[in-house]
């Protein structure tokens, strides 16, 4: 009989044990939710102020007037007549800003590059170009910028800026470009 005594008092004690632990835990899921349930003071609610205006988003403005598109020295093309080589009126505001521009960016140099449509022979078309480029040049430093920055330069027919053999490409390749070296 001793040994089932034993066995006895052991099943009470391990029953006691398992009764004492889910109790605990019993005890702890009861304090958690007393915690969860116990209002919490709230926070006092801002002040209300009037909504504040966003500010005003300006577009930003290009610090390089050579690189903003409302600016003439974005445009970089003389267009000229057939055989012709004079800057007529309606380039000559355009010569004048950048012969400004020079004269105000003194280490700013450019390439003026003088061409042509294809009819005529390719020596032709050199001296012509030739003639064109020297002409913005000249009226350029005429007008105040320096000859060591600008170089005249003829391309011929060799850089034609639009395809095709009718009146209207001819006319678009008939022209002088602008072109900044180092643009700052």
């Known amino acids: ?36 349930q116990t209002p919490q ?34 445009k970089r093309s003389v267009y000229y007549a057939l ?11 355009l010569v004048e800003a950048h012969a400004k521009y020079l004269r105000e960016h003194p280490g700013a140099t450019i390439a003026v590059e003088g061409n042509t449509d294809e009819r005529g022979s390719r020596e032709y078309n050199l001296a012509l170009g030739q003639r064109r480029a020297e002409g913005v040049m000249k ?11 600008i ?4 391309f011929g027919e060799e850089k034609p800026q639009a395809a095709g053999h009718d009146e209207a490409a001819w006319a678009r390749n008939r022209r002088c470009d602008i072109v900044y070296r180092r643009e700052q």
Request: with cysteine; glycine share 4%; hydrophobic share 40%.
């Open 1 to 36: 009989m001793a040994y089932q005594e034993r066995q006895v008092k052991t099943g009470r004690i391990t029953g006691r044990i398992c009764a004492l632990a889910v109790a605990a835990l019993l005890a702890a899921c009861a304090s958690e939710k007393t915690k969860e």
């Open 41 to 74: 003071p709230s926070p006092a609610p801002a002040p209300r102020t009037a909504p504040q205006p966003r500010p005003v988003v300006q577009p930003a403005v290009p610090e390089n007037p050579l690189h903003d598109p409302a600016n003439i020295l974005a």
């Open 83 to 93: 055989d012709k080589y004079d800057v007529t009126a309606e380039y000559r505001p």
């Open 139 to 149: 009226m350029m430093t005429l007008l105040g910028a320096s000859e060591r920055q």
């Open 151 to 154: 170089e005249a330069v003829s």
